[in-house]
């Protein structure tokens, strides 16, 4: 595996950066709210940019390789080195990850959770930017492991001092669901370690020895990873803190754990279980493609039965990730190319769906969908975006989320590696039904809350056009005011750009998947 | 399939163990659905005696006549007695299932549909040859007290501490 | 790209993916500036679909030229534009010299759109015959029905959307229609649903309108599952053959070369066959999954008639009509004489030629008058009549438009906005002669009458079913026929004949409300009264009662009444006219798959060789022997039955009698005169049941509805989600609070060693986990049997999948 | 003779036995359902003794039903004993089994 190493300044930058904004905003009084709004903007900005910088002056033509690649001595005592790099698998997430935090921030800017105390907030914004960046760019399993950690923290005070009325419970379950699956996660990494003669935990490397250890031991190390990010991801079974999490945490939170928190676990099968661990992962892949397709028939029951918008929107994404879990358990190209550009488009759909929730419940302070209904009239432009979303979410062609529904369904068809293919032709129709359900609901919930006339409690107060931003008293109906349309924007255009040109990302996967693909091929007997 | 029937699978066999298993079947489905204890002990007698059947089947004689003698012999003796000593309806009973117990179909049938699988996927269609005589009780006696001495003994105690066991629980004092 | 210099194929047809890229643009625009424009948008709209047309125009007169260049086999060939990666080793010749034979090569132009496994997908266009005809009748109608918008939806609410989403919808027929592979085609396709989903639901305020919207979206969605299983199969059964050819599974031409390769695995073939007509079904609202057809006439009627002529309900048969080698084979139409779209084109003929019995809405009647048409064309692909079908959709499209234009028009100006035939309408032809005249043309045409367009095209049908030996059909075809022209000389008759009533008389009824356009009058009161005074309110204020309506409905009216008799001249065999089959028809002729297409005595030789002269009944040629080596064919070779009036008579014949019969009762049931019929229903039972299975569609809503839905919507999803709650959380919250309660236990003992406190405490402990684990822990054992076998089973599985 | 007949056959018993032991509410009834089960693993056994014709599968089906027999004498005992105590030999009754 050759590597590029021109520029290799921008990764480390492009990821500690947040943290000089954090060590700034320690000297700022907690009071000044502006200073640390404006600080908390510029800095994600700053990165963001770095990010764009990097995106710029990455070589396309050689995405398969590791670039702007690092592998320098970190703690030589369990031979982990500082190894970073990116290719085409991870650049888009990286990028995401930057984005997606500039709009959360700027969003921020008018809609501060009620707990208030900015200063903390937006610190820990960015430190949780710092761990989903650092993820992304890790080539060594600890160093991957301590970023995959930094993540947790964060959210898990995000939830817990902003979230709703049931916080406490929802964090709690949160942080003890995922620390459970990353012990086991851990475990799984030390076997491998150890397994493989203890020598490195550079990707690399264990990618080379892994595919040698026995078919057995491969298949239970697997299980342990398997856990750790089905957990993570989430999987059928293991999803249950999702709808928890996603319906406490504060707007912010969601959107970020929706765009990013949940590909860690995604992205870590694709680049660590997968290619480690070959004949494991050839195992389990039935595995995976059942309970990736009971996700998805399962979150859409659960959606089906939802009286609360913003669970509703939470359980589609386990259906959604569903979809995304099935494409990579074919282990074929298109299965995994689906795959990372489902998380991308799920990432912009459904943080831009939690987004609008957000602002549904400012504006209504309820999300109860028998008592929301014409919004259209109320507030026409976040209607006609919330239907915008709701299409793009239930995989309208011309829109992102097409692309990483249909050729996962696609690659259902005949999976690699002599997988069980009347298995997975059943999986594949199974999932085509999905979709219809997927209308299902989201059409459902569409029609109630949008269409129709305005409910008559909220119908008083109603100004239809951009109104006053910011007010915390009282149901004032106003429509999208500036501020959202500054974070929104950027949503809508990738997701429609994205959905009309998909070569823009498949051209940077494909050859990365399919190279990660040989090397898969070449460890099965 | 029919080149086998033709060649190694002894038709006549076969024919015998179906009938005898469609019986077996629909007694044991009896058994576990009619509303008169009675009658289900009595299904349960034909079901043992088709296993015993079938244990002639396969070249089991000694099995077969120990399952006979035990089985139908003790067991579903002890059976009617405990229904007759728990003074339980002769006749038909309403309830004698659970509230739940629509929940054991998708469990039994889930349960059936994975043996099934793993069965037809293992010995999907292998063919056991014909035993030349059927298995002489001497090599079973064999076993019993070479390699197999230590679990009959153990064996008799259990059967003895059942016995005590059961005076004492059912001694009326 | 360059396209590699040709006589035949020209500007127009090199950029015919111009067509539907300028309503897309002008959706944009509309959607951007729309409500800033002084005509609130439908300038932009119009002016984009005048455009589209003239290229359509264009591309249609130059494909012309280039059939004709190849049939003269001039010098020059008809050289395909064969753009992008390797797809210029296909085949870019035909052999010229025996007229009508030779194979037309279709205009293909292709860019990078995706790629995966190294492998690159396009997006482009793939012009033929079919898809000039369609492209230039969609552009064509689309800008009619958008004229006729002006007037009909002036001063709505949602004036400025309503233009953007029509204008969407036609483009993304267009897409649909000229789509190089099979993604595209998906891509239109689904824009049409949504815009279906939109204009359907266009007075969103009234929860019915919603709803017919969402049963609209959600019956087509649950086709489309087909769409995507069949275009997946089909992919992996075509893709290692199309890339030895320098294409891949996707395309369209690949997929059709394939198919009739005679190297396609058999069984492949049918189940994607059937994959993809299951999405046929729901698109062109074939039975089973018609029932949201009628319901879409909620939307406005101008969307009904640029639904239901078309555009979106033709995409179905549009799609079979585009893959035919696919269904040809698949279902081996040549050679056996009965197929699955035959059957659900048969049924679907009668059953909605009788639910159109007894509708009161003339939109209801015109929609099941659509789907039983549609099965006509369904019928006509399901028997080997390609032609006579595809020149069905072309007909039917002028006729069915115009007669819901007339509708429009009569609930514009004649009705107060009522559709309702029995109590609303009654001689208008006096009143609004234009709307009369047009609409007894159509209906004329629509019946089959001889000289009418619908003649040429449905009678063709039914002939060559009985040719191609579908004997049944031939029959189901007939009495087809028949109870077309009934069920329309009954809505006729109460439209424009007999007293007039209601509305039509002048009167104001409040039940009026009910109907559609009701919702956009509440419209102006609960909104803000924007977009100018309430076109309809001062206009009724203005001249009460029925009247002509204003140029701009009329004349769209009279175009397509001119149409409906004139275009079926293109095809008459009776006047012994073929154009649609020298022109729209693919030729089943092999071509050879080679790239050096110049040499032109070679390339001929081989096609000679691949394909002898073609006589009458021959049984050779592509279709029924497979492409010799080094040739490909990518339609299969159809015959056509020779008209003759004797053998049309008998649908005239019956055409006559339903025509009469309908009138005769239509005078007594309606017009008061005495005779046996008069309420039957009401005497004789077998009537009455009829009647009521009629009247609630077969009861299949309820089944749809009540049943499937329901059941899914509460009982399913509601388990589902108990489940979740109970089962999993249980166990998640019982971890964690017996975790908790044993730490509790140790801080006890750790704290005080008393033995009592000890047991105290662990008799606390056992409670309290005891009441963790409640939901799974119900003390019973028989339960606790259930869950330990269940955890057995899912372990055997696991075992089993990991075969370990 | 097909291997899998015996398998299969002793497959239906096990899951119908296990629908009787979950179904059944009558104390007797579940020791009957148990017995199904019981002599499904049976069959399984000698089907495998006949296959690679060894004595063993025999010896293990003897073993089995001398430990049915007992399991039979004791749970009979025991059903007799509730129904002193209470009357009634109903399953669901009992449920001092809850923590």
Known sequence: MQTLTNDNWLLTVGTFLPLVGVALMMFVPASDERAHKQIGIVTSAATLAVGIWTLLR???????????????????????????????ISLPLYVLSMAVTLLVMIYTWDNMPDAGNPKSFIMLMLVLQVGMAGSFIAQDLILFFVFFEVVLLPMYFMIGVWGGEDRQYASLKFFLYTMFGSALMLVAFLALFFQTGAESFSFHHLAEAGALIDRDVQVWIFAGMFIGFAVKVPMFPFHTWLPDAHTQAPT??????????????????????????PQGAKAWAPVIGILAVIGI??????????????????????AHMGFVMLGISTLTEFGINAALFGMVAHGLITGMLFFLAGSVKHRYHTLEINRLSGMLIQMPRLGWILGFAAMASLGLPGLAGFWGEFPAILSAYNPNFGLDVTLYRTLMVIAALGTVLAAAYLLWLYQRTAFGRPNPEFAGTHSVGAAAADDHHGADIHDVTPIEWIAWTPFLI????????????????????????ERVGAGIP | MSALLASEVNVAQNVGFYIIAALMVYGALRVVSTRNVVHAALWLVVVLGGVAAQYILAAAEFVAVSQVMVYIGAVMVLFLFGIMLTRATIGAESDLNNRGWGIGIPVAALLLAVMVWAIIDEFGSSIIEEPAQPMPTTALSDVFLREGLVPFLALSFVLLAAAIGAIVLARKD | MMLAASASTGWFLENAFLIPLIPAIGFAIIIGFGRRLPKGGSEVGIASMALSLAIAIGATVQW??????????????????????????FPTATEGGHGGEAYVEPVIRSWTWWQSGGLEFGLGQHIDGLAVMLLLLVAFISLLVQIFSTEYVAGDRRYTHFFAALTLFSAGMLVMVLAENMIQLILGWEIMGLCSFMLIGHWWEEEANSRAALKAFFTVRVGDMGLLVGTAVIFFGANQWAVENGSNGFSIQAISGWAMSGEASTSVLFWGAVALFIACIGKSGQFPLHTWLPDAMAGPTPVSSLLHSSTMVVAGVFLVARLYPVFYTGFDIGGTNVNLIAVIGAITIVIAAALAFVQNDIKKVLAYSTVSQLGYMMLGLGVGAWLP?????FTHAFFKCCLFLAAGSISHSGSHHSFDMKKDMGGLWRKMPITAGSWMISTAALCGVPFFSGFFSKDEIIDNAHNNGYTFFYYVGLVGAAMTAAYMTRATYLTFFGTARGAAAGEHHDEHEAHDTAAHHDDHDADHGAHGADHHDDHHGAHAGPHESPWRITAPLVILAALAIGSGYLNAPAVGTHYFTDWVEPRGAAVELDGYASDEGHSEALGLAALPRAEEGYSEGCGYTDPSPGTVCYAPKLNHAEFSWGKAAPSIILVAFGIGISAWLSLGVFGGRRNPFVGLTRRFAPARWIHTLLVRKYFLDDLYERVIVRSVA???????????????????????????????????????RVVDGAVKASGVVASESGHALQPIQSGRVNQYGALLFGAATVGAILLILLNI | MYAANFLLLGAVLFSIGVFGVIARRNAVMVLMSIELILNAVNINLIAFALMNDSAEGHVFALYVIAVAAAEVGVGLAMVLMIY?????????ELSEMRG
């Open chain 3, 389 to 393: 079908a595809v020149f069905h959709i």
């Open chain 1, 297 to 318: 028939i399962y979150g859409a029951l659960g959606c089906l039965a939802q009286t609360d918008m913003k669970r509703l929107i939470a359980f589609s994404s386990v």
């Open chain 1, 58 to 88: 990455f070589d396309f033509d050689q995405s398969e390789k590791l670039q702007f690649f690092v592998d320098s001595e970190w703690i030589t005592v369990i031979h982990s080195n500082y190894t970073i790099g990116l290719d085409g």
């Open chain 1, 252 to 277: 912010q939170g969601s959107v970020i754990l929706a765009a990013i928190l949940l590909k860690l676990g995604t992205y870590g099968f694709v680049r660590i279980a997968i290619p480690m661990l």
């Open chain 4, 84 to 92: 002193r105590n209470r009357r009634s030999i109903a399953l669901d």
């Open chain 3, 714 to 752: 509460h009982p399913i999803s509601k388990a589902a989600y108990w489940v979740n709650q109970n089962i999993l959380d249980g166990v998640v919250n019982g971890v964690g609070k017996s975790g908790r309660s044993a730490g509790d236990w140790v801080y006890r003992n750790v704290d005080q």
């Open chain 3, 64 to 89: 012309i030229q280039r059939v004709g260049s190849v049939d003269e086999g001039s010098g020059e060939h008809a050289l395909g534009g064969v753009f992008g990666f390797a797809r210029s080793v």
């Open chain 1, 494 to 517: 990738a997701i429609v750009v994205f959905g009309v040109y998909p070569q823009l990302m498949f051209g940077v996967m494909d050859p990365a998947v399919t190279a990660l693909v």
